[in-house]
Structures are given as C-alpha cells and as structure tokens.
C-alpha cells in the first residue's frame, strides 16, 4: 500500500481582515475628517440661516378615571393623541377668533407626556406673543374637551345604573301585586308561594338600594376628575439661544459627519481591496519588503527634520546598494503610485554605485524626464530609454520605470536582470499586485525586494517572506528548491530584515 503525501494547505484568510480595515480607514483620515467638519459646519450654518421659530409651553395635570400607580403612560400617550386632532385644533382656533384651517394649524403644536399626568404643549408661531396666545387657547380647548368626556362617561355611566334600577322597581312592584293577592288564599302550597315572593322582594330591595348608591356615586366622583385636570404652569415663551442652538446643531452635524465619513472609509477600504500592511503587500508581491519610507506632514521642515530626513534617505540608499551591488547585472527599480519619489531615490542609488565605476541611468517614467534636467556636477549620466544604445559598455546600467497599469510588459527586460519594487502602500489593488508578480515571473525577471513608501506607522506585521510561490523568484539570496509533497517546490532563503526609514519621498529635493 502506497501513501501520497500533499503539502499543507495554507490556512484560510479571514473574510474581513479587521486590521487592515482599521489600517486603512486610518489612511483615509483626510475623508471621514472632511465629513466631520463639514457636518460641524453644516450643523452651525443651519443654526443661523434658520433659527428656531419662537415658541412657548405650557403643562397641564390631566386626572384619569382609570389611574393607576403601576400604569406604563398608556393614558398620557393618548391624551397625546387626542392632543393631536382636528375636533382640538378647531376649537382652539374659534376660541382666537382665527380663520386659519386646522389641519396647518397641527403641525404647528405637539405634547409630551412629562409624567404619567403631566402634559406638556409645545406651540410655534410667527411671534413670541402669538405663540403664548395659541398655547393657551390649546392648553384650554384640550382642558374643556377632557372635562366634557369626563362628564359625559359618568352621566353614561349613571344614566344605565338608573335604568336598570328602575327595571328592578317596576319588577319589585310585580311581586308586591302577587303578595297582595297570595295573602287571601291559605293551605300549604299558598303559604310556600307567599314565602318566595317575600325572599325576592326582599334581594329587589337591595339591588335597588346598591344600584341607587352606586349611581350617586358616579355622579358624585365626577367632579374630584374635573376639577383635578387643569392648567398648572401658565403658557410662557421658550427663550432662545443662538449660540447654544448653533453648538448643538454643530455638534450633531459633527458626529453624524464623522459617523458617515467612516462608513464612507470603510465600505471603500472593503470594496477597493487595496492592500496597505507590510505583510499584505510582501504576499501579494511575492517578494520582501526591505526597506521603507516613511511620510512626514506636510509642514515646513526645521533643521531636525532635514537631518532626519538626509540620514533616511543615507540609510536607504545604502541598504538598496548592499542589495543590488552584489552583481554586475543591470538592475531597474520599478514604481507603483511613486513615480517622483521612485525617480529621487534611483538617483541616490545611482551616486551610490558610482562609486564602484560609471552608471548610466536609464529613464522611463511617466511625466518630466530625468533625462531633461540640468545635470549637476557629480550626478550620473541620465538617458532615456533607445538612447542607452549609445553608452558605453562598461557603465553599469540602473533602469527606473513603471509597473502602473498600461506598462508594456515586454519592455522591462531592457531596463534590467533584475528589478527592486517601489509601492507605495494602499495604492495598487491586490489583484494587480498578483498581475505585476506573475508579469515580473513571466518576464524572468527576479524581484530583489520592495521598498514600500507612506508605509502606516503603527504597521507591525512581518513583511519578510519565508516561504513563497516558485513563480516569485526573490533575488540570489534564495537557496536550492527542494521537492516536497506531491512534486511542488520549497524555496529556503536567508531572512532579510526591513529597514524602517522614518520619512518620505516627498520631503526629499
């Protein structure tokens, strides 16, 4: 019996990387900022183009029938409701001598259940006056209608107490018309007869007696409920604040700005799928990441910041010379969303290597040519590319050009054996990170390392691979392949650390 071993499949990537996530709505901190003060600006311009209208309030203590102390508000939420109808608005309007219809005049008030007896009336008009004669005349009309449902429902209530009461008189009268007649006769059957009709007159008796007792005091609880609804704080008028109302809108317009900016952030972040951590870009590549450039903000430079920034830019030259200076072969250095900062840095490595003999750099990025400038005593020789022809064949050739989307694939072979990778981080997509791998594969060109610019700061990933695909050839430092499982390849390579440079290429002149 045979056994066929298969190499380890890697382990599944999550659905959701939340660390990147978090990495690049970090990134775009400039959007979801913008929002949030555009919201803040909104929120107070609102404020002052459109004020709040003058108001006034008013609270009523409304007494229910039906109270009780474990109630959730049901009651106040429908005094709420019958607050809000036509048959109230009316009446209020009759009573201010008003033409104005009622249903515009509903969108002028509101209620608010304070308490679970508490209402309060909120009221807009044109001016502060008009606005406390409308809370009143409401706080009024609402009274008078509560009242009358009060009176109305005990008089219902007593009104068919009453009746019943006199079915049970006219009833009662019966039975004193049989006793009267049931007393002139005698044996055993008329003297049970007559003792029935005594027991029911006697029970019509009480339930006349309880319904009359029961009807009274309908009547009689009545009027503790009309006199407990009543208008307990007078209508007065809302003093308004600008600056407080222009905070408050401000501050809300801020949040729901910022709220918005970073959903913005992240569902693009999420659909844009644009790798922005060290050991996302170094997968994807297929190569390591071996030195890193690091943006400063956007300010005047002091004297620290200049010698920090000459010492990153020292540090990264040399460690891109210890890189490519191992062989003679011709050597490019391709970008990706850093075609000015990529041109900076190959004309650093360029005085770099030339100090081990004459360099001829060759130019093939988009926009100004290098081959343009005015060159500077001690600068390389710069040409562009079909011009390189004429060099002489003992200069060292350094190759700088583009692997952004339109390259022509075929032409990288000319500007170099090998090639060191300049992206910046979160500019291209993950899959055209995988299109410039197999591309660079294709064309046999071995990928020295990637020098990632605007890397984040708090970046702590491995960026270095240990084991990659056979088709991402990653320099001379790789070791013998060696078969595993079912045939495929193992790469063993020396690792090479990342040197972290603390500044970026747009500070460098």
Known sequence: MTTRTTPESPAAAPLLDLQSLVVAVRRRRRLWGSLALLGLLLGAAVAVLRPPPPTAVTEVLVAHQADQPNDPGTLIRTDVALLHTTAIAGKALQSLGSSEDPEDFLRDYGGTGLTNNVLQIQVTAP?????????????????????????????????????????????????????????????????????SLFASRAELTARITDFGQ??????????????????????????????????????????????????????????????????????????????????????????????????????LTATLARTVGGSAEAVSLLELGCARGTGVIALDLAGALAENGPVVLVDTLPGPRFARRRPQPGDPTVVERGRDAAAPGQERR????????????????????????????????????????????????????????????????????????????????????????????????????????????????
């Open 127 to 195: 001016s502060d006056a008009e606005a406390v004669a409308r809370a009143g005349a409401l706080a009024d009309a609402f009274v008078a209608d509560h009242v009358r449902r009060i009176k109305e429902a005990a008089d219902a209530q007593a009104k068919a107490l009453l009746d019943q009461r006199d079915r049970l008189r006219e009833e009662l009268a019966r039975v004193n018309q049989e006793i009267g007649g049931g007393q002139q006769q005698s044996g055993p059957k008329a003297s049970a007869n007559l003792e």
């Open 214 to 315: 029961r009807a009274a005091e309908a009547s009689v609880g009545t009027p503790q409920l009309v006199a407990g609804t009543q208008i307990v704080d007078a209508p007065r008028a809302v003093k308004q604040s600008l600056p407080r109302t222009a905070a408050t809108d401000a501050a809300i317009g801020l949040v729901l700005g910022l709220v918005l900016g970073i959903a913005v952030a992240a569902v693009g972040a999420v659909v844009a799928d644009r790798p922005v951590l060290r050991r996302e870009i170094a997968a994807n590549l297929g190569a390591s990441v071996i030195a890193e450039l690091r943006r400063v903000p956007r300010r005047p430079a002091g004297r620290w910041q200049r010698r920090r920034t000459r010492a990153a830019r020292t540090r």
């Open 398 to 509: 350094l190759g700088v050009g583009s692997v952004a989307p339109g390259t022509a694939w075929t032409d990288l072979r000319d500007l170099g054996d090998r090639t060191v990778l300049v992206v910046r981080a979160g500019h291209g997509s993950a899959a055209w990170l995988h299109t410039v791998a197999r591309q660079l594969a294709d064309q046999r060109i071995p990928v020295l390392g990637v020098v990632l610019i605007d890397p984040d700061p708090r970046d702590r990933t491995d960026g270095t691979l240990w084991d990659g695909p056979r088709s991402a050839q990653r320099g001379p430092s790789e070791g013998p392949a060696r078969p595993i499982g079912t045939g495929r390849r193992r790469t063993e390579r020396v690792p090479m650390w990342t040197a972290r440079v603390p500044d970026s290429d747009q500070e460098v002149r």
